[in-house]
């Protein structure tokens, strides 16, 4: 069993900064892609950003500039840096994770959500 722990979300104005955490454990043999979605109210989830095991990272286009995705291997840990914040922004963002066992398995794990909100 995986487990993922957010950290990190709350109220902000337009403008401004916060730093998401999401730190995995559990067992876990190799991860492969950690990343980040997001869902506003209406909304369907969408892919925020991602890294792979080999550091390719991808974001969407109304991120990019903006938000910075990284990674501590050491901690199972992935970071979202939000710079600046629209309104736009606001939504519940999850993080996201798939992990392969020693059998070359794939499996995808979520987090329970972190809200963010962007407003003045």
């Known amino acids: 069993q995986v487990q993922l722990v957010e950290s990190g979300g709350g109220l902000v104005q337009p403008g401004g900064s916060l730093r998401l955490s999401c730190a995995a454990s559990?067992?876990?043999?190799?991860?492969?892609?950690m990343g980040w979605y997001r869902q506003a109210p209406g909304k369907e989830r969408e892919l925020v950003a991602s890294?792979?095991?080999?550091?390719?990272?991808n974001y969407v286009d109304s991120v990019k500039g903006r938000f910075t995705i990284s990674r501590d291997n050491a901690k199972n840990t992935v970071y979202l840096q939000m710079n600046s914040l629209k309104p736009e922004d606001t939504a519940v963002y999850y993080c996201?994770?798939?992990?392969?066992?020693?059998?070359?398995?794939?499996?995808?794990?979520w987090g329970q959500g972190t809200q963010v909100t962007v407003s003045s």
């Open positions: 996201y994770t798939r992990i392969a066992t020693m059998l070359g398995v794939e499996y995808d794990y």
């Open positions: 559990g067992r876990i043999f190799s991860i492969n892609t």
């Open positions: 890294e792979t095991s080999l550091r390719y990272t």
